[in-house]
T-cell receptor, first 112, second 113 residues
Framework: QKEVEQNSGPLSVPEGAIASLNCTYSDRVSQSFFWYRQYSGKSPELIMS????GDKEDGRFTAQLNKASQYVSLLIRDSQPSDSATYLCAVSSNTGGFKTIFGAGTRLFVKA | SQTIHQWPATLVQPVGSPLSLECTVEGTSNPNLYWYRQAAGRGLQLLFYSVGIGQISSEVPQNLSASRPQDRQFILSSKKLLLSDSGFYLC????????????FGQGTRLTVV
């Protein structure tokens, strides 16, 4: 059973702080990694994708991947109240088809 | 640009009634298509995915079925709904080759009463 694990939270950070979201996955042959943001009652929207070890930065967001540790994280700098949402980690591999498996998500609350 | 349409947005159905949810994608050819379900406060559970017309892979045994009658059309069905079928149903697409990101429709909130 391929799994993607996230701390459910809620993670509460003050406005302007760095929010750190973590995710581990069980399938060692996973090749692609994604972070989605989901506001309550809405569908997930893609924030970041990362395919190789190291860091990838996009604006206030940085994704970090460590395949040896089967670990992927998302850092949100200068957190804003509008960042309050559930963040879903997703992992994809081509074993048994191109399937993307999602974690249960971490709820983030940014306090103004 | 690519867009994905999913309808209806909300649906209330009695136990034992049939279900049909439809999803269409525009602006791309031969996409991979997916149906996910999200229970309240839970993560996304992959129900079905399709890599081509008539090709459906089922991830979870249940009373739901999926069909792909056309390249960019994906349908989720049930002959008789159960209370446990309530949830937020999401259709998604990705490009056919490679492990790329999936893009979601607006979702259908189904309540079985």
């Amino acid at each position: 059973q391929k799994e993607v694990e996230q701390n459910s939270g809620p993670l509460s950070v003050p406005e302007g702080a760095i929010a750190s979201l973590n995710c581990t996955y069980s399938d060692r042959v996973s090749q692609s990694f994604f972070w989605y943001r989901q506001y309550s009652g809405k569908s997930p929207e893609l924030i970041m994708s990362i395919y190789s070890n190291g860091d990838k930065e996009d604006g206030r967001f940085t994704a970090q991947l460590n395949k040896a540790s089967q670990y992927v994280s998302l850092l949100i700098r200068d957190s804003q109240p509008s960042d309050s949402a559930t963040y879903l980690c997703a992992v994809s591999s081509n074993t048994g088809g191109f399937k993307t498996i999602f974690g249960a998500g971490t709820r983030l609350f940014v306090k103004a | 640009s690519q867009t994905i349409h999913q309808w209806p947005a909300t649906l209330v159905q009695p136990v034992g009634s049939p279900l049909s949810l439809e999803c269409t994608v525009e602006g791309t050819s031969n996409p991979n298509l997916y149906w996910y379900r999200q229970a309240a406060g839970r993560g996304l559970q992959l129900l079905f995915y399709s890599v081509g017309i008539g090709q459906i892979s089922s991830e979870v045994p249940q009373n739901l079925s999926a069909s792909r009658p056309q390249d960019r059309q994906f349908i989720l069905s049930s002959k008789k709904l159960l209370l446990s079928d309530s949830g937020f149903y999401l259709c998604a697409w990705s490009i056919h080759y490679g492990n790329t990101e999936a893009f979601f429709g607006q979702g259908t909130r189904l309540t079985v009463v």
